[in-house]
Every structure is written in C-alpha cells, then in structure tokens.
C-alpha cells in the first residue's frame, strides 16, 4: 500500500512538472505576442507563473491546518533557486553573464526581498504584520525593477492597440493551474502522511523534498533555457520566483488567520540562506558573471545544506 503511495506520490510532482510547462510555453507565446523584454517578462510573468505549485501547496496546507508545509515549501524554494537551479544554469550553461539586466541596487534589493522571510522567522514565529511587511517589500521591488523597465505601460499598448489571439494561451495556462493544484492537494496530503511515518517533522520534508518538487518548473526551464540558449529567460525567471515566494509566504500567512510556528530549530537553516545569498552577490558582482567554478561552489553549499538539514 505504502509503495502505491508513493508512486502515486512521485506522479503528482511529474503532473506539476508537465502542468507547469504548459504554462511556461503558453507564457512564451504571450510574451512573443506582447512583444516585451525577455528578462523583465521572466521576472514578472514567469516568476509568478512558476511559482504556483508553491501557491497551490500554500493554499491546500493552510486548508488542512498545517502552515508549517507551506513555510518549509517556500524557505526551501529560495535554497532551490540560488544554490541548485542557479549554479545548474552557470555550470552546465558555462557562466550566466549578468551585465545589464540587474543593477547592484537593484541586485541587493531582490536578495533582501528574497531573505526577508528568512529574518522574519528566526525565531520560530510569523505574525500577520509580518505577512503584510513582506508584501510591502515585494511591491517596492516590483516597482522599482518595472519603473525601468517600462512592462505594464507596453502590456497596455499592445492589448489595448494590438489584435492579438490570447485566449488559446490563456485557456492552456488555466488547464496548467488546474493540474498543479490539483496534484499539489495530492501531495501535501501525503506529506503529512509520510512524515508521520517517518517521524520527520513536515517542516523538514517540505524544506529539502517538498521545495524541490515544487521548483521542477524552475529546473526543468534551466534544462531547456541552456538547450535553447536563452540563459537570461532562466535567470530572470529564477530571481523572480524567489521574489515572488515573499509575496506568496506573505499572503498565505495572513490567509492562515493566526500566527505560525516552527518547531524545529530554524538557526542552521537561516545560516545556510545568508551565506548562500551572500556568496551569490559576490561572485555575481565580482566580473558580473557566475563563472562555472562559482556554480560548483553555489552547488557545494547547496549539498552542504541538504547534509545539515538531515542530521539535524
């Protein structure tokens, strides 16, 4: 019984795997449409888009009463971008170069963004304030990246100038949506199932297993971005994720209606993710690239995290 579980359980995340891919290929074709740049649509458009798996796992956690799954799922999912995904792209990809698509400023303020949730939960509890604080934060950013950017005033021109067919790429996303949630409800079922079994706190699981599962988007589009050679798409893709990740963690704290703990121990956790971010703007600021060697450092320190997270 319990190995028909788990293969309906490793299913679920190949169902997101697909459901999401049809929606980054739908994406794709709304961007060629609307005619706007790579990087600022990855940012904005894909960032969120591929970030609904954590959506779904947030909203169906918080229906069974167990917010931990959707703090360790979104926590996690920042390690997974920077310390996996990231450096995947850097070494298999040889280096992403970074000039011109994020300025330093602009760089320290999406890390900060990406982190807050991070500082907010050092000591083991998140309050509505802190929900409504990380949305604020994610706003700002929004702001600031699109102000140079131009996205919503070139959106505007080409729906309301342009006749253009959407509805074909629209109904393909809403089908890819579907499929996540409904595979996500699936999993944090089981999640809790398991770490019952297993006497692992679902914190524990949603941080290293749950995290991955929920970015193969991310990890699947590195596979292709470096196949196709559209490496800044990735990357745009993969710091607005984690961007949105504050702005999901932030939304579904205050969905939850009450304050959220963490039992575990949350202090090597928070070590890692500093380090880890920090080590990223060096190395990106450096000759603004990630080099490949750096990439095998990134993945190092992820490899190191998974060791930590285990034997704790």
């Given at each position: 019984?319990?190995?028909?579980q ?8 190949a169902?997101i795997?697909w ?7 739908a ?5 060629q449409?609307?005619k ?10 894909l960032?969120i ?8 796992v ?26 996996l995904a ?22 320290v303020?999406?890390?900060?963004v ?12 998140i309050?509505?304030?802190?929900g409504?604080?990380?949305?604020l934060?994610y ?5 600031f990246i ?6 919503m005033e ?19 996303i809403l ?31 949603s ?8 970015n193969?988007?991310e990890?699947?589009?590195a596979?292709?971005?470096?196949h ?22 932030g939304?579904?704290t ?8 963490v ?6 956790t ?15 600021r ?27």
């Open positions: 019984m319990i190995i028909v788990l293969i309906i359980y490793f299913l679920s995340f169902a795997w459901g999401a891919g049809m929606i980054v290929s994406v794709d074709c709304l961007a449409k609307l706007l740049s790579s990087f600022a649509m990855s940012f904005f458009v960032g888009l591929t970030s609904i798996p954590e959506i779904s947030g909203i169906n956690s918080i229906i069974n009463g167990d917010p931990e799954i959707f703090v360790g799922n979104l926590i996690g999912g920042v390690v997974i971008l920077y310390l990231i450096p995947i792209l850097a070494v298999f990809g040889n280096g992403i170069v970074l000039d011109h698509k994020l300025t330093t400023k602009n760089l303020f999406s890390l900060l990406v982190s807050a949730p991070t500082f907010l939960i050092i000591d083991g509890k309050t509505a304030y802190g409504i604080f990380l949305i934060l706003l700002a950013l929004f702001y699109e102000k140079g950017k131009g996205l070139k959106v505007k021109d080409n729906i309301f100038h342009h006749n253009n067919h959407f509805m074909k790429d629209v109904s393909f089908l890819g949506i579907t499929v996540i949630f409904l595979s996500s409800k699936y999993i944090v079922d089981q999640t809790l199932y398991f770490s019952e079994i297993i006497n692992i706190s679902p914190f524990i699981i941080l290293l297993l749950l995290a991955l599962g929920t193969l988007p990890l699947s589009l596979v292709r971005a470096i196709q050679g559209k490496k800044q798409v990735a990357l745009g893709d993969y710091v607005g994720s984690a961007a949105a990740n504050t702005l999901i963690f939304v579904m205050i969905l939850n209606g009450k304050d959220i703990y039992a575990n121990n949350f202090f090597t928070f070590l890692f993710i500093v380090f880890g971010l920090g080590l990223f703007f060096l190395f990106s450096s000759k603004q690239d990630i080099s490949r060697k750096e990439g095998l450092i990134l993945l190092g320190v992820y490899l190191l995290f998974v060791f930590f997270e285990i034997r704790s």
